[in-house]
């Protein structure tokens, strides 16, 4: 496993993250600077990257939603109000995951558990009920013209196909709830489709309220 560290992104980070997410998906819009600018002023808690020898080597961001308001029927532009997170609801129950990314060379080496781990501190630390994210099925391109985008998640929950996305957040201790069509449709290799996914925070506390973070705090 890389010796890698996890803290919040900082506005030096903003660039190069821009050209790290541009190398991970070369065929996929990558996050503006205003975008990622306007993300740290909303929601600078849920804003992470990944160092191995002070380099940077991922990405995991977040905003809290309050899930009655989207449900299964969204995409990724409206959820994050197209990347500038003004969605962001701080007296929601949800931590949404609305990216993560690692360095290519780096797969495989522990980043992204790091990253899923620090997003699942957030979610104790602020008493959310959940983690939600929809992820991307690069691997569906390659069968969707034998099967739905439902069976093919199926199929890899099954153990009969490997999708290197789904694959991981099932390891990670993620539950598969269904597909949403058309996510993000530039996403050629998903041909737009997503998974639905959840993971649910054993601690939260119903009967508490959702820990806002103090300006100290930051």
């Known amino acids: 496993m890389a010796q890698a560290t996890v803290r919040n992104t900082r506005p030096e980070d903003i660039e190069p993250l821009i050209a790290l997410q541009q190398r991970v998906y070369p065929d996929i819009p990558s996050w503006s600077a205003e975008q990622m600018r306007q993300q740290l002023q909303v929601f600078p808690e849920g804003q992470l990257v990944a160092e191995v020898d002070g380099e940077l080597a991922g990405c995991a961001s977040s905003l809290v939603v309050t899930w009655d308001d989207w449900g299964e029927h969204h995409t990724w532009d409206e959820i994050t109000a197209s990347g500038s997170f003004e969605s962001h609801n701080p007296m929601g129950r949800t931590l949404y995951g609305a990216e993560v990314f690692v360095n290519p060379e780096l797969r495989g080496s522990g980043v992204g558990h790091m990253l899923y781990e620090a997003r699942r501190d957030i979610c104790a630390r602020m008493n959310l009920k959940r983690i939600i994210a929809c992820g991307r099925m690069p691997g569906y391109h390659r069968f969707a013209d ?73």
């Open 146 to 218: 034998r099967m739905t985008a439902e069976e093919y998640a199926k199929r890899v929950i099954w153990g009969d196909i490997s999708d290197p996305v789904l694959g991981f957040q099932l390891h990670e201790g993620f539950s598969y709830c269904g597909i949403v069509h058309g996510y993000l449709p530039e996403d050629a290799e998903s041909l737009g489709h997503a998974s639905l996914i959840v993971w649910l925070n054993p601690d939260y506390d119903p009967g508490a309220p959702t820990r806002i973070p103090e300006e100290d705090d930051r």
